[in-house]
């Protein structure tokens, strides 16, 4: 996780499976930052992917990514907790030419 602060809590897990076209991985991440006060933030991204390859210079990626943040110290009405609340899941596509 890009940000992090003398009292962030962050972990990551990676997991994939790969054979000689494609490749499949899973990763989960989690973090809380400013732990035990009112300004908490705790993020969770999963990450479903696969990555074809065309040819050796040329391949595809396809992301999924299930997000979820919360505030937890404070209520679920909130100000924080309705902007977070508001994160969506995302996709992603990408195409990387080698020449």
């Known amino acids: 996780m890009p ?4 009292n962030s809590k962050d972990a990551a897990i990676d997991l994939g499976n790969f054979n000689d076209k494609n490749v499949c991985y899973t990763r ?6 400013c732990g035990g006060s009112a ?9 479903l992917g696969g990555q074809y390859f065309l040819n ?7 992301n999924y990514e299930i997000r979820d943040a919360e ?3 404070l209520a679920s009405s909130a100000r924080a ?6 994160l969506d ?3 992603s596509a ?3 030419m080698i020449f």
């Open 56 to 62: 050796k210079k040329t391949s595809v990626r396809l």
């Open 28 to 33: 989960f991440s989690a973090g809380a930052f």
């Open 39 to 47: 300004a908490e933030r705790q993020f969770t991204t999963t990450t």
């Open 94 to 96: 990408q195409v990387m």
């Open 3 to 6: 940000i992090t602060t003398p």
């Open 89 to 91: 899941n995302r996709v």
């Open 81 to 86: 907790n309705v902007i977070l609340g508001g």
């Open 71 to 73: 505030a937890p110290n």
